[in-house]
């Protein structure tokens, strides 16, 4: 079954960096496009990034452009949120996510906290 695994969160001071890892099982995850959402407390969950199944980035948030970029390896069935310049607002439990005929599957989703 399609497995989304999500890695690389933690607390870290505003300024700071991170990369998240999203690693994929359970399909061809070469042909898919896949996206980072994050749901911050109190907050509807809201896409982060998109990228297509051969790497074209396709979707960013306005409020992360410049500062985070996604990426794949589809080599090593991987997507990945770099996320520089963190800032307290970006505090938030970020998930993996793709959408396969129609069929939506999630990450577990990894915390991410900045600290001011």
């Known amino acids: 079954q399609v497995q989304l695994v999500e890695s690389g969160g933690g607390l870290v001071q505003s300024g700071g960096s991170l990369r998240l890892s999203c690693a994929a099982s359970g399909f061809t995850f070469s042909n898919y496009a896949m996206s980072w959402y994050r749901q911050a407390p109190g907050k509807e969950r809201a896409l982060v990034a998109r990228?297509?199944?051969?790497?074209?980035?396709?979707n960013v948030a306005d409020s992360v452009k410049g500062r985070f970029t996604i990426s794949r390896d589809n080599a090593k069935n991987t997507v990945y949120l770099q996320m520089n310049s963190l800032k307290p607002e970006d505090t938030a439990v970020y998930y993996c996510f793709t959408m396969r005929n129609g069929r939506v599957s999630w990450g577990q989703g990894t915390q991410v906290t900045v600290s001011s």
């Open positions: 990228i297509t199944s051969s790497g074209e980035i396709i």
